[in-house]
């Protein structure tokens, strides 16, 4: 396969035009205050408010690199950025007139053209940008580490439209590799492809269907077994929030306080997606469901949802970490770090993971409920490790987006009172409260907390 | 030897065409031949050789291990002498004959001598390949006085850049009484003749050579006016023509200044294609074909070309069934350049030489003094192109505005007003716009 490469994202939608970025970067391209040493031009027009930054997209074929005459522009194949050679370079400026987008021009004060190259890696116009009109995306490197790996599933899942499970479960059985050993209790997953129909399973290692309360007992006593032969074979559940938080809890919970050497996850959609939508114990407050509906007397579910990343992480397991597949670089890490853990012990991810069906959303959308779910603080991105005794934020967010956004978005949520908001935020804003505190104090944060209560 | 496809020429129409081939079909039989026994380079670098900006060791546009890496077999210093297009076949000058499936002809262009009496048999240099770049700088090196003929791109780059190593240099206008006449205007031509005039450098439009003499060693350059020149070093800079002599007409393929091309680049002979300066192809303003040997045009005929060779049958398809306007055929040539001197900067785009009296609307500023010009052509609500002198514009997305015709919807006077930050906002409304969409 060939590279992937990490992008420097420009959102004009989000530009202020305070222009720090064309301070920070002639600050370091050429150590000055005078913003005509930027690479990144800000673009103002104060009439109608537009600002766009305007910056060297790296082109997959770039029309400067074509027209140099000189051999002075290359794009470099490890990481996609287009490298100028001051040496090589005549500053005939052929190449500004084959850009279309400026982003290679003259900078009269050097007499040579100038361009963006990342900073390295590392772009400064992005650690300044306030309003995040500017990111750097590592995405690629998930890309290149991937691609070359083996899809542990059979093409052509038969997942709903816009289901985040597939994607979600290729990546995670991709990462662990080919000696696993596949549990999936009922729910989607087993249906879709990890155990299969008509006498042929979807997934390319043994999977096996144990039932819904006993996942993780079984689990046990195979990774037990295999190591008791010699063999070093990850013991993998795929499993709902039915099959970890409410009725596979008891296993859970026991195999998790025993220390059982077990890679967990748990697909949260936050129901029975897979039965008709009923709830679970991860439903959130408010919520509709065909077990709580909304009417005259009763306003969707009563009770708030049993947040089972801290609940685990109580089991003093080896690894709790929480992702979204909109975050796969994040989510990939966390995978990684649960592998290894699930070698000395307990290892749990809990995966928030949007139903298109059962949530009513339309299917195009399982992404951006993620990313608002993550920027509500709803589902916050962190991972505990015992090893180092930290709880740490993987994508902290400071200050939440607009909580009614998330809600508005989803069906389930469309007939929330001002009240149920407010509960619900009240809710997050607690959760938050208790990771802060144990992420700055370690576990005895949790305790000094409830003191202060 | 066979090979499925044959480049003949290796600059950037050539090396493109390469790179689109490779694209499509990794693993066909590939071979270049080139006329010089170097690397690939292109000629636009060889004022800046004469200039001593960079050294001849960089300029190199592929090293061997490119062409290893891509299955391409490249025949340096080797010159093509027929092209027999029924048996497919061309022969080299070492009498290799190569059997192609496909053939691509980047010529390149050569430099034309203008009739004056005594010119052909005097000693004289031209600028087209790195051998006349390397032979003019060891003239350079003892000779005290050039003269220069023609007053184009090549004529007033190695002016500037003779100028520099010291010589005393007189520059004389080829056939028309202007600097740079191909692309910029009569203010513009002032400016940049002014800057040539301060630096030293003798130039005056009046005259032309009658007559060249070759006497001890040195040319005697009689002008028309009378006035005689002795010079050490005489540079002819006043023209190319297209390099397809080795096309007899056995071979079929139909010329006329350039070899003639549809907008996918095939000449009227089937298997062959051309690009670059030798292609004489569309015009992006009217019906008929144009040369216009310039590098911007030589790489984007040559991925038309590469695409069009590698045969995608979707894409020739597409392109017979919309009667040659597919989207990935040749756009046609806009007439566009930059021109560096003496620390300013200098591009003209698409009609830059048109005045009123052509039925344009035109917006010009002009600061003699401190070498600023600015102009901006217009027909009717679309600008079809523009000047700059030491202006601070994006000559490419300039380019696009015209190429894309992007029309100003009565806001002409302010895009003239600050035709920087507007260019730059169509450009972000429009084509990146579009970019986004279709990502």
Known sequence: ?453 | MQTKYLIIGSSHAGLTAAEEIRVHDQDGALTMVSMEDCLPYSPTILPYIVEGKVDEKLIYLRDEKYFTDNKITFLKGKKVVTVDTKSSTVTLDDGTKIEYEKLMIGTGSAPTIPPVPGLKEAKYHVLRTMEDARKINQAAETAKHAVVMGTGLVGMHAAEGLGKKGLEVELIRGRRRAVLPNYFDGNAGKLIHQVFLDNGIKCNLDFQVKEVESVNGKSKVTLSHGEVVETDLLLVGTGVKSRMDFLGDASGVQVDQGILVDTMMRTSVENVWAAGDVAQAADFYGDERILTAILPDAYEQGKVAGLSMAGDETVIQAFEEIGGQASESYRGGISMNTFNFYGNRSFAVGLSLVSEEDGFEIDTMLFPTSCMYQKLVFDGDFLVGAIGINVTLDPGVITNMIRYKINLQGKKAEFARSPLDMSRRIMWESWRGAIKTAG
Not at chain 1, 67 to 91: F, H, I, M, Y
Not at chain 1, 299 to 327: F, I, R
Not at chain 1, 359 to 372: A, I, S
């Open chain 1, 1 to 453: 396969m060939g590279n992937a490469y990490n992008t420097l994202a420009v959102y004009p939608e989000k530009c202020n035009g305070c222009g720090e970025c064309e301070k920070a970067c002639a600050k370091v391209k050429a150590n000055s205050t005078d913003v005509v040493h930027s690479r990144i031009k800000v673009l103002k027009s104060l009439e109608d408010g537009f600002f766009g930054p305007v910056v060297c997209m790296q082109c997959g074929e770039p029309n400067c690199v074509k027209s140099c005459p000189a051999g002075a522009l290359s794009k470099n194949p490890e990481t996609g950025v287009v490298e100028w050679n001051e040496d090589k370079c005549v500053s005939c400026t052929i190449c500004t007139l084959g850009c279309p987008y400026a982003g290679i021009y003259y900078n009269p004060l050097m007499s040579t053209v100038v361009k963006c190259d990342h900073c390295g890696g590392d772009p400064e116009c992005v650690k300044v940008c306030e309003p995040k009109a500017l990111e750097y995306r590592p995405e690629a490197s998930v890309y290149n580490d991937q691609g070359d790996l083996e899809d542990l599933f059979a093409p052509g899942l038969a997942a709903c439209l816009g289901c985040n499970m597939e994607i979600l479960v290729r990546h995670v059985l991709r990462h662990v590799g080919p000696d696993t050993v596949l549990a999936a209790p009922p729910g989607c997953l087993p249906g879709v492809c990890a155990v299969g129909f008509n006498g042929f399973t979807g997934s390319k290692v043994p999977s096996f269907h144990p039932l819904l309360t006993n996942t993780a007992s079984m689990l046990a006593g195979l990774r037990r077994y295999y190591k008791r032969k010699g063999r070093d074979v990850t013991a993998l559940a795929l499993a709902g929030d039915g099959g970890a938080a409410d009725v596979g809890f008891q296993s859970l919970s026991g195999a998790a306080e025993r220390g059982e050497e077990i890679l967990f996850v748990c697909i949260d959609n936050e129901g029975y997606m897979n039965t008709g939508m009923q709830r679970s114990s991860t439903t959130p407050y408010g919520s509709w469901t065909s077990t709580t509906p909304v009417g005259p007397s009763l306003p969707g579910k009563a009770n708030d949802s049993k947040y089972m990343p801290l609940v685990m992480l109580m089991h003093d397991v080896e690894y709790v970490g929480t992702a979204v597949t909109a975050y796969i670089d994040d989510f990939h890490r966390k995978v990684e770090k649960a592998y290894q853990a699930s070698k000395r012990g307990f290892a749990y991810l809990h995966v928030f993971s949007p139903c298109t069906t059962g949530w009513r959303y339309p299917g195009d959308k399982t992404m951006e409920v993620q990313r608002q779910a993550v920027a509500t603080n709803i589902f916050p991105l962190w991972e505990y490790e015992k090893a180092t005794g930290k709880l740490a934020f993987t994508h902290p967010v400071d200050n939440p987006a607009s909580l009614e956004n998330y809600l508005s978005m989803l069906g389930k949520f469309r007939h929330l009172s001002k009240e149920q908001i407010e509960h619900l935020k009240n809710t997050a804003a607690m959760r938050v409260n208790i990771l802060k505190a144990m992420s700055e104090q370690g576990l005895a944060g949790y305790q000094n907390l409830k003191v202060a209560v």
